[in-house]
Nanobody, 115 residues
Framework: QVQLVESGGGVVQSGGSLRLSCVSS????????MGWYRKAPGKERELVAE???????TYADSAQGRFIISRDGAKKTLYLEMNSLNPEDTAVYYC?????????WGQGTQVTVSS
């Protein structure tokens, strides 16, 4: 069982930045893919960014150019640097990881962007 714990959410003004962290209970390179998803009120959960064990990164169109996903194996931590935030980025952000067909989720961290 892999446990993922997010932190770093909060309230920020439009145009501001936040960095989310996700600490894994296991070596992050045991996970095939790690990533960030978000769910806004009234919307479906959506992928924000993900990175696979080989280092390939995928960004949602909404995140491209503004967000940066990275990882630190020694700290067993996944990061999401979010810049130029706008109110449409307001959501609960979830850390996700998978080992083959087993999926693991963090508890989520709220990000609120005020206009």
């Amino acid at each position: 069982q892999v446990q993922l714990v997010e932190s770093g959410g909060g309230v920020v003004q439009s145009g501001g930045s936040l960095r989310l962290s996700c600490v894994s209970s296991e070596n992050i390179f045991f996970l095939n893919t790690m990533g960030w998803y978000r769910k806004a009120p009234g919307k479906e959960r959506e992928l924000v960014a993900e990175i696979n064990v080989g280092g390939k990164i995928t960004y949602a169109d909404s995140a491209q150019g503004r967000f940066i996903i990275s990882r630190d194996g020694a700290k067993k931590t996944l990061y999401l640097e979010m810049n130029s935030l706008n109110p449409e980025d307001t959501a609960v952000y979830y850390c996700h990881g998978n080992i083959l067909s087993r999926h693991y989720w963090g508890q989520g961290t709220q990000v609120t962007v005020s206009s």
